[in-house]
């Protein structure tokens, strides 16, 4: 069984930063496509950040739009972590963040609140 435990939010005011982290155990293989995802209140969840690493080790990222150079996506394979830079921060970034896999999420973590505001 998948376990996702993401940690790492809090509170910052606007232009702020945050790195938030996601620990995965469980069958997860290195070659998964992971990602961080955010909910805030009353909306859906949303993609913010993908991370692709292939067998030779290659990466490739994609952002949404609205984070697009102010949030940076990693992952260290060796610990099954992932990683999720977010800089020059808005209060629409406030909402509960998540990782899990791609394309298919597995099971849901507790998620980070991440609330921006002054």
């Known amino acids: 069984q998948v376990q996702f435990v993401e940690s790492g939010g809090g509170l910052v005011q606007p232009g702020g930063s945050l790195r938030l982290s996601c620990a995965a155990s469980g069958r997860i293989a290195n070659f998964y496509t992971m990602g961080w995802y955010r909910q805030a209140p009353a909306k859906q969840r949303e993609l913010v950040a993908s991370?692709?690493?292939?067998?030779?080790?290659?990466?490739?990222?994609n952002y949404a739009d609205s984070v697009k150079g102010r949030f940076t996506i990693s992952r260290d394979n060796t610990k099954i972590m992932v990683y999720l830079q977010m800089n020059t921060l808005k209060p629409e970034d406030t909402a509960v963040y998540y990782c899990?896999?791609?394309?298919?999420?597995?099971?849901w973590g507790q998620g980070t609140q991440v609330t921006v505001s002054s």
């Open positions: 899990n896999t791609l394309p298919t999420p597995q099971n």
């Open positions: 991370i692709t690493s292939t067998m030779t080790g290659a990466l490739s990222t």
